[in-house]
Structures are given as C-alpha cells and as structure tokens.
C-alpha cells in the first residue's frame, strides 16, 4: 500500500497528514519504518501543535531516530511539491553511538544470561550430585501410626463386634495395637482402633 502526500510542508498538507495520522501511530504498518523517515524527513520544521496528530507522530519519530533509528522496511510513500530527499536525510543515526555503548556493555560480558555452564560450574554440579548420592544412603522405612476411628451406624451397634470385623483385616506389615471407646455424643460411642 503505497501513500502519497502532497506539499507536505504547506497548511493544507500538514493538515491532510494529521488526518491520516488520526487513526494511526506509523505512517505504514505497526512499527516504525523507512517510510516514516521519508515523511520525517520531507517536513522541514516540526509540525504546530494545531496539527496534533502529526505533532505527536513527528516527536516519536525524532526521539527514536534519536535513540535506535529504524529498521523497518516499508511500503514506499511518496511525497509530491517537496524537494527530493537524499540518502543522507534518510540515513539512520552513526553506527559509531551504538559502538560506543557497546563498548561500555562488553564489560558485563562475563554475566550467562542464557544459562550456559562453564567448566568449572560443571564440575561443581557434578562434585555436588556425587555428595548427595554418597548421603543418601538406603534406608529403612519409618514406621507409622495410625488412628483408625469407627463411627457405629447406629447406638445398637455391637461394639465388640465390629471391632473384631475391623480386626480381621489383614495386610503384610499391619499390626494392630490398642482400642478404646471414646464417647461422641449422649449415647454414641467411638471405637478408636490404633495400627503401627
């Protein structure tokens, strides 16, 4: 989609490009590109802020151009009664700011961001995996207690009877221990069954 702006730098050109920035943020596309410069570029002074549309676009542009220029390609705009813009207008800020504040970061070089391990965080790693598998030894397993709490369906339940039904539960390694009724309310009891 190629645009075309006319007199650019007159009222009524200025005036067309407010417009067409009303519902955009960039000339052409979602980011900042080769086209915007272009129309950067063609205006020779900073639109007024009676245009505020093309203000506001026209100080993004210079602020990033400012900091990172732009990379972007873009449609091809064209731009009709302005004088013909050189490369050199549209050319992105020095390579050699970027350089320097290269320069200045190449000191935190020495800090993994990605997480690449060096030798020496290799073999750290590898000296503390044989630490833990040298302590954990096999152990035996702990024993455990359990309380087991037998609620009656009903105050007429036999309570010696179903705690031999509980107790005819047999599985390896389950030893029954002590038993004890335990009052729950005015006349229901709790046959609480203790099993290491």
């Given at each position: 989609m190629a645009v075309a702006f006319?007199?650019?730098?007159?009222?009524?050109?200025?005036?067309?490009?407010?417009?067409?920035l009303l519902t955009r943020s960039y000339i052409t596309g979602y980011q900042a590109s080769k086209d915007d410069i272009t129309v950067h570029a063609a205006l020779s002074k900073p639109p007024s802020s009676e245009f505020v549309n093309a203000s506001r676009?026209?100080?993004?542009?210079?602020?990033?151009?400012?900091?990172?220029?732009?990379s972007e390609g873009g449609c091809g705009v064209t731009i009709e009664g302005s004088a013909p813009i050189t490369g050199e207008a549209v050319a992105t800020p020095p390579a050699?700011?970027?350089k320097a504040s290269a320069a200045e970061d190449d000191d935190d070089s020495d800090v993994d961001l990605f997480g690449e391990e060096t030798e020496e965080e290799k073999k750290?790693?590898?000296?503390?995996?044989?630490?833990v598998k040298a302590?954990?030894?096999k152990k035996e397993s702990g024993k455990s207690s359990?309380?087991?709490?037998?609620?009656?369906?009903?105050?007429?339940t036999d309570m010696k009877k179903l705690e031999e039904a509980v107790r005819s539960v047999e599985v390896e390694g389950l030893h029954w221990g002590a038993s004890k009724l335990?009052?729950?309310?005015?006349?229901?009891?709790?046959?609480?069954?203790?099993y290491d």
């Amino acid at each position: 989609m190629a645009v075309a702006f006319h007199d650019i730098n007159s009222a009524a050109g200025l005036k067309k490009l407010d417009q067409y920035l009303l519902t955009r943020s960039y000339i052409t596309g979602y980011q900042a590109s080769k086209d915007d410069i272009t129309v950067h570029a063609a205006l020779s002074k900073p639109p007024s802020s009676e245009f505020v549309n093309a203000s506001r676009w026209y100080n993004h542009i210079a602020a990033l151009l400012r900091i990172s220029g732009v990379s972007e390609g873009g449609c091809g705009v064209t731009i009709e009664g302005s004088a013909p813009i050189t490369g050199e207008a549209v050319a992105t800020p020095p390579a050699g700011d970027s350089k320097a504040s290269a320069a200045e970061d190449d000191d935190d070089s020495d800090v993994d961001l990605f997480g690449e391990e060096t030798e020496e965080e290799k073999k750290a790693a590898e000296e503390r995996a044989a630490a833990v598998k040298a302590s954990t030894k096999k152990k035996e397993s702990g024993k455990s207690s359990v309380l087991l709490d037998v609620k009656p369906w009903d105050d007429e339940t036999d309570m010696k009877k179903l705690e031999e039904a509980v107790r005819s539960v047999e599985v390896e390694g389950l030893h029954w221990g002590a038993s004890k009724l335990v009052p729950v309310g005015v006349v229901t009891l709790l046959h609480s069954i203790k099993y290491d």
